[in-house]
């Protein structure tokens, strides 16, 4: 008979349950000491270390030693083998029988040749289901091996997560032997922690929490730990509660099986690899148990390494993709950093990862998903929606430092008034655990009630992989429908989509870009990355549009497709979240700063090889093929090779004069200096020497001023800039009373992420770094190219050095700049006092540009106190500006009129050697009359990213100028010509343009290849059943509204033989 009923006490209660799960306390009599029963050593042990991350078939060739439990292994980055011999004993027969495994590292299982199941301690994943019922006739011994990697889940840092990995780190085996796993009271643990959970979460205020307490209360009153008899009437009693149901209106919630592993971050590509394996054979061992399970897995890149370092459990991953268990997503090659890749290289991520979803799983995928990357560009929705998604999901906005977004679930419109649902999982993360607590935050902290009744959660440990766990499922399977709670059900990012979908009236849209508050230092970190990647892009670039036209003119040249393939996705590799934004260890960017070596060195042979195509069979002299890759006509200065390894300079008119632009091809071996302007001048104040007998001088001594009759550049004798003039209109770009090109250093020491993190307080840290009167000299004198040079002690570590050059005809001044970096924890920017005043800054983006505050008025424009652009930036009141280009820098800033561009920063974690040493870069600033777009800012920063090509002809050259491709209006950009990827191949050709002014412009693109068709097409070139276009007179007319990207196919007539 029970106990008659009593008062209780809410804690005691409540501990009482606790106590009787603790895995800490009462274990000798509690029902947790029941979980495990009768257990026994495995038969025989044996082990190798090994440095190397070998295959399964090589490792096991290899001599295994005795080893034993207790044993220490490493150091990091190596690998132990374990072969467990074992046999089971026969009294076990009806058992659930685990191999209980705990070490440290990240070990993976192999069975008859094959992964199967991942063991790590930080994953929570520490038995290997041997059998989960031993029959008498089953055989009993057996031989696993265990992979073990001297790494953990996220890495090895020394002493903090994000620390530089230790190099001498030890792993130990602390546990290896068979047991007999009591499946019941892992049932009833679920159950009991559930009910504590609820009873915490829900509250003494509330009816159902004391209903949870006192059914948790009294399971443990009826159930003996020591008799499993027991068990089913506790058993029942959970049951009946989790069995009242909630109302038709309960919140549901779409549980998505996940594991956001890192491409690379705290660990080397080559890790990641086996993480995946690792993490998915796990994932599809959970699948085969609970065919209800789904598993949502981004990023092409790390499926096709599984696919050649895996064959076999790849192919278990397509059969479980086709079960609709095992769900791709996302759509592009890596989870790639949301704000730095160019335009089209966020077509590739796309591109590259659609048609590889396609290929190996029979579909692409409908939703994007980068839950971990660092802002989203305002371009983003338009590329989804060329790429065929039009729905995103990510979290990372939870971590806005200053303002909480305001939206779980909205519409997000890009630049171009492209329109995308988007979806964050409002329990702020990605690696759920399918606690109780979890299910009533995603609830709770949904800041659109009443608008969306749906939504994710996404439950598995991730970063470093690992992925979901039995007993996650068994969580959320208890939760499914449960009064008080919200519904819980096992789905895929489709089904959450649709159901977000079919009730989307009341969301609310956000315009624009969706700004992280956090981790600003990314878009400066590591700056040899960024210029790699930068580099990188401009040439993959030119190698394509070069190929395409050798493809165009000469029926033998062969288009570099497969080589462009795999460098390509170097490129997108490099574009992942932790690499490009700099947030990776040491290994990591060495790794990177391989992959664009590569790309550099293949590149440029691919240039040469296209050239070379160009040239044959025409005649004329021998000599240099100057190109222009710019989809506009050029004069500039360049430096050409002369006989003997010297250069020339030489003043080349960029070809094509038949055409109004040129894109390609002229050739001239020796080019004379042509100025058809007034010569650049260099004119230095320090010669007079009668300059004491005259009236004060305020410019005199060591000042030098630049003129090319365009502008006038006056710099101070420490190489500040005290002025520059817009020579036809007299105006001033410098504040009044300011100097430009100040650089000027900050404390950089962010509150833990080191690399990162720049925090707002940096900016009351700033020290202007002061030169020495009397360093700045001539470089240059004048003729096609004036230039002055400086020297910089930037601190007792650090120097710098800059010649600042001005070439004729060109609208900007360069600042050519070295700098040998040798700091901690400091920032370095350069900084320009406009006179011009406007309470907006624009800075480009991909595709297009956008606007910024210059003030911190509201908390949302303080927030952005260091910003990210591209290749320009501009502050413009009516009728003038001043611009600020660059090559290889992101990070920026507008406050008040003073344009700012961050150069350099020395953080020590994760990589303690980040961004020391020697480092080379260019800026430039251009002032303008009207606006940035009137005056060509865009085609200059275009100029200054993609100098005129100069290459040697190994055979004639054409003997005439010729262009390819124009456009008729200045606000259209060409940005792209590439072989199509599939169709008739050999001789279709891909155009990518975009509407750079923000305007609605028809204009017309001059074609002077032999066009057959013309269609337009959607990124991932599908064409367009409605878009075949007319050609009239070898031209296309284009519609474009802003900002708006077109693709073009153009199916080529072939060559003549
Ligand atoms: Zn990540």
Not at 225 to 245: D, I, M, Y
Not at 700 to 722: A, E, F
Not at 943 to 968: D, E, I, Q, R, Y
Request: some cysteine; proline content about 6%; aromatic content about 10%.
């Amino acid at each position: 008979m029970a106990a008659a009923p009593a008062l209780k006490h809410w804690l005691t209660t409540l501990e009482r349950v606790e106590k009787f799960v603790s895995p800490l306390y009462f274990t000798d009599c509690n029902l947790r000491g029941r979980l495990f029963g009768a257990s026994c050593p495995v038969a025989a042990l044996s082990s190798f270390l090994t440095p190397e991350r070998l295959p399964y078939q090589e490792a096991v060739q290899r001599d295994f030693r005795p080893a034993q439990v207790g044993d220490s292994f490493g150091p990091t980055w190596w690998t132990c083998w374990f072969r467990v011999e074992l046999t089971i004993p026969e009294a076990w027969v009806g058992q659930e029988v685990h191999l209980c495994w705990e070490s440290d590292g990240e070990g993976l299982v192999w069975r008859d040749g094959e992964p199967v199941q991942g063991l790590t301690k930080e994953g929570e994943k520490t038995s290997y289901v041997l059998t989960d019922r031993l029959g008498e006739r089953d055989p009993r011994s057996l031989t696993l091996y265990v992979e073990v990697a001297c790494s953990g889940l996220l890495g090895a840092g020394k002493g903090s997560m994000i620390a530089a990995p230790d190099p001498e780190k030890m792993f130990q085996l602390s546990r290896a032997e068979l047991a007999v796993f009591h499946r019941d009271v892992h049932m009833l643990l679920v159950d009991l922690e559930l009910l504590l959970g609820i009873a915490k979460g829900l509250g003494k205020d509330n009816q159902r929490s004391f209903q949870a307490l006192y059914t948790a209360n009294q399971m443990v009153n009826v159930c003996d730990p020591a008799q499993p008899e027991t068990f089913p009437v506790a058993q029942a009693l959970a049951s009946r509660f989790f069995g009242q149901h909630g109302g038709e209106s309960q919140h549901t919630i779409h549980a998505t099986g996940h594991c956001h592993i890192d491409t690379a971050w705290l660990w080397p590509f080559k890790e990641t690899v086996r993480k995946c394996a690792r993490s998915w054979v796990t994932a599809l061992q959970l699948m085969e148990r609970n065919p209800e399970f789904i598993f949502a897995c981004s990023q092409a890149q790390q499926l096709e390494w599984v696919k050649s370092r895996y064959p076999g459990l790849y192919s278990r991953l397509q059969e479980f993709a086709c079960r609709g268990q095992f769900v791709p997503v996302g759509g592009t090659w890596v989870e790639m950093d949301g704000n730095l890749p160019s335009g089209e290289a966020m077509v590739r991520q796309f591109l590259q990862g659609q048609n590889f979803f396609l290929q190996e799983f029979g579909k692409m995928c409908s939703e994007f998903w980068l839950p971990d990357t660092f802002g989203y560009s305002a371009q983003l929705p338009q590329i989804m929606h060329g790429c065929g998604i039009r729905r995103f999901l990510t979290q990372k906005l939870s971590w806005n430092l200053v303002n909480s977004f305001p939206h779980h679930t909205f519409f997000w419109e890009g630049l171009d008034g492209s329109r995308v649902l988007v979806h964050f999982p409002p329990g702020d993360s990605y690696g759920m655990q399918g606690s109780v607590e979890e299910v009533l935050k995603t609830v709770a902290n949904n800041r659109d009630k009443g608008r969306a009744n749906h939504s994710a959660f996404l439950f598995g440990f991730g970063d470093g992989g690992g992925g979901p766990t039995q007993t996650m499922l068994d969580r959320l399977k208890r939760l499914s429908n449960t009064d008080g709670l919200p519904r819980v059900q096992l789905s895929s990012p489709r089904q959450l989509f649709s159901a977000l979908e079919s009730d989307s009236e009341q969301l609310c849209t956000w315009v624009g870009e969706l700004f992280l508050e956090l981790h600003n230092g990314t878009y400066t970190t590591h700056a040899q990355i960024k210029k790699g990647n930068r580099e990188c892009e401009r040439i993959l670039h030119d190698v394509e549009l070069l190929s395409s036209l050798a493809l165009a003119r000469s029926a033998q040249f062969l288009y570099p497709a497969a080589q462009l393939q795999h460098l390509w996705r170097l490129l997108l590799l490099n574009q992942f979240h932790d690499v490009v934004t700099g947030s990776c260890i040491q290994m990591v960017a060495e790794e990177a700063m391989c992959h664009y070596e590569d790309i550099r060195s293949h590149g440029n042979t691919l240039l040469s090889a296209a050239a070379a195509a160009l040239c044959a069979g025409e005649p004329g002299p021998e000599g240099l093929l100057i190109i222009n890759t710019l989809p506009w006509k050029r004069t500039e200065v360049m430096a050409l090779p002369k006989p003997g390894g010297a250069h020339s300079l030489g003043l080349t008119p960029s070809p094509g004069d038949s055409a109004q632009h040129g894109l390609c091809s002229c050739s001239s071996p020796h080019l004379a200096a042509a100025p058809a302007a007034p010569a650049a001048c260099v004119r230095s104040a320090r010669a007079p020497t009668d300059s004491a007998s005259r009236p004060p001088p305020t410019k005199t001594d060591g000042s030098v001023t630049l003129d090319n009759g365009i502008i006038r550049v006056k710099l101070d004798p420490t190489g500040r800039l005290t002025s520059l003039v817009l020579v036809a209109s007299g105006r001033e770009a410098i504040a009044e009373g300011a100097v430009g090109n100040q650089f000027v250093l900050f404390d950089d020491v962010p509150l833990y992420w080191d690399a990162w993190d720049v925090m707002d307080y940096h900016l009351e840290t700033r020290k202007p770094v002061l030169g020495q009167a009397g360093t700045l000299a001539v470089g240059t004198e004048g003729g096609l190219r004036g230039s002055a040079w400086f020297l910089l002690q930037i601190s007792p570590n650090s120097r710098l050095s800059q010649e600042v050059v001005l070439d004729i005809g060109c609208p900007y001044v360069r600042f050519h700049t070295e700098v040998h970096w040798h700091e901690a924890h400091k920032f370095l920017k350069v900084e320009f006092p406009a006179r011009v005043r406007s309470s907006q800054a624009t800075y480009e983006i991909q595709f297009g540009h956008l606007q910024r505050p210059t003030h911190y008025n509201t908390s949302w424009d303080w927030a952005r106190f260091e910003v990210w652009a591209h290749r320009w930036m501009d502050l413009s009141e009516h009728g003038f500006g001043l611009a600020l280009l660059n090559d290889c820098k992101y990070g920026a800033s507008v406050r008040g009129s003073i344009l700012s561009l961050s150069l350099l920063r020395a953080p020590k974690a994760p990589d303690a050697t980040a961004d020391t040493g020697r480092h080379e870069f260019t800026y430039a600033l251009m002032p303008h009359k009207g606006s940035f777009q009137d005056a060509g800012v865009i085609q200059a920063a275009y100029s200054l990213n993609f100098p005129l090509l100069a290459l040697p002809a190994p055979s004639p050259a054409p003997a005439t100028a010729w262009s390819a491709f124009s456009v008729s209006s200045p606000a259209v950009v060409l940005e792209t010509v590439k072989q199509a990827e599939s169709g008739p191949q050999r001789h279709s050709l891909v155009l990518r343009l975009y509407e750079a002014h923000g305007s609605h412009v028809d204009c017309w693109l001059h074609l002077s290849l032999p066009v057959q068709e013309a269609i337009l097409c959607d990124l991932l070139e599908r064409p367009d059943p409605a878009g075949h276009l007319t050609l009239r007179d070898n031209r296309l007319k284009l519609t474009f509204s802003p900002f708006q990207v077109l693709s073009l196919l153009l199916v080529l007539q072939p060559p003549p033989h």
